[in-house]
């Protein structure tokens, strides 16, 4: 069964920093839109960041509340993809989902409905 791997979350305190990584267990990341997705308690999933992989570089999109602060980015040798996050926020406190599809353009959707892989989530708490 084609997954998706997550590893990172954990306890932060405000200001501090994480990375968080997905890695596909049973297929190769090429020409794939891959994107970051979370969830806080109460509240419905919403994306987070999203980018191609593909022989064209894409640029990535960010939602508002992170621009500045998260980076994604990919390792094609190492066939992973990560959530680089900075000044943390106590609204940053979620469960985090990597999630991939295959895209013959590798266009960056973030789009939830679009993905078909998904990782099992990892939790992230930012807490003083």
């Known amino acids: 069964q084609l997954q998706l791997v997550e590893s990172g979350g954990g306890l932060v305190q405000p200001g501090g920093s994480l990375r968080l990584s997905c890695a596909p267990d049973?297929?190769?990341?090429?020409?794939?839109?891959v994107g970051w997705f979370r969830q806080a308690p109460g509240k419905e999933r919403e994306w987070v960041s999203c980018?191609?992989?593909?022989?064209?570089?894409?640029?990535?999109h960010y939602r508002d509340s992170v621009k500045g602060r998260f980076t994604i980015s990919t390792d094609n040798a190492k066939n992973t993809f990560y959530l680089q996050m900075s000044s943390l926020k106590p609204e940053d406190t979620a469960v985090y989902f990597c999630?991939?599809?295959?895209?013959?353009?590798?266009?960056?959707?973030?789009?939830?409905?679009?993905?078909?892989?998904w990782g099992q989530g990892t939790q992230v708490t930012v807490s003083s």
């Open positions: 049973g297929f190769t990341l090429d020409y794939y839109a």
């Open positions: 999630a991939a599809v295959s895209f013959p353009t590798a266009v960056p959707t973030c789009r939830e409905y679009d993905y078909d892989y």
């Open positions: 980018i191609g992989i593909g022989s064209i570089p894409r640029s990535p």
